[in-house]
């Protein structure tokens, strides 16, 4: 199936009522996951080529890595780059990146509108949508002031209008990673005020661990790409543990076991976000 346009798969997500999954990948086995899982769950998925793989293979192999797998499956797919600098939203436009997240929310909110409304034009040439992410997420268990962390209305407000991204990924009590710390409950009236204020698409990014009745109350709200990584990565992990902890066995075994259990947590990523049964018809 050739690759979608993210565009087209949001405003279905919107008009729908459901969320789409984006995960990374890892590996040829854990790019392998994703897309077996969006077959068998027949849903759109965005593969997320980012901070997991980049710095181990480069953006082109992971790319080529990506597209070569995709493209033999029969799912529904963006191939999108995940918390880019500039360096690599160039690089990833000249690949043939369908989907870009540029992320300057460390910079000054100026700063960040001026550098980002940039990209947005340059992608938009090229008719790439661009993601952008303002406020902070902390890592699990780090112990925040959620006023310093949280993404305020107005300044969402003001991002959008001076960039004009297609999709804004916010901070409204998400983590990254999964800690053992019991989370605070996501902003879900914050939410729906970043989103009467812009009126494009949110994004959540962190959204492993969150209970099922969040995520319900977060697309609800607004949100209709959801991001997750760790739950998936562990899964993974659980099947190689388990095929070691018999002994001696081979590294094939083991990383098919890991593929496999991913498969199965993904497809259940995918029922909850309500993006199953989503791939096109004609």
């Not at 997240?101 to 034009?121: G, H, Q, Y």
């Not at 983590?175 to 009467?196: Q, S």
Request: charged share 25%.
């Amino acid at each position: 199936m050739p690759v979608i346009d993210p565009r087209e798969v949001i405003t279905r997500a919107v008009e729908g009522g459901y969320a789409v999954g984006a995960f990374n990948m890892h590996s040829v086995e854990t790019t392998q996951a994703l897309v077996i899982a969006a077959e068998q769950a027949e849903a759109p998925v965005f593969l997320q080529v980012g901070r997991a793989l980049i710095p181990h293979v480069g953006l082109r192999r992971a790319f080529e890595m990506t597209k070569e797998i995709a493209e033999r499956s029969s799912a529904d797919y963006v191939i999108h780059l995940d918390h880019g600098p500039l360096d690599e939203v160039f690089e990833a436009i000249q690949l043939g990146f369908t989907s870009i997240m540029f992320d300057a929310s460390n910079l000054p909110l100026d700063e960040n509108i001026a550098v980002t409304r940039k990209v947005v034009e340059i992608a938009h040439a090229f008719d790439i949508p661009v993601e952008a992410e303002l406020g902070r997420i902390p890592d699990a268990d780090e112990d925040v002031d959620w006023t310093s962390y949280y993404t305020g209305v107005a300044e969402a407000e003001r991002f959008v209008a001076g960039t004009g991204v297609d999709f804004l990924a916010i901070s409204v009590g998400i983590v990254h990673g999964v800690g053992a710390k019991t989370p605070a409950p996501l902003d879900i009236a914050r939410i729906e005020a970043i989103r009467d204020v812009t009126g494009i698409p949110l994004v959540l990014h962190g959204a492993s661990g969150l209970p099922d009745h969040e995520v319900e109350a977060a697309i609800l709200a607004g949100v209709h790409k959801l991001n997750a990584d760790t739950d998936l990565r562990l899964a993974f992990r659980s099947g190689i543990e388990h095929v070691w902890s018999q002994g001696d066995r081979q590294f094939e075994e083991a990383v098919a076991e890991g593929r496999e259990r991913m498969i199965a947590a993904t497809v259940e990523k995918m029922k909850t976000y309500g993006c199953d049964g989503r791939v096109r018809t004609a």
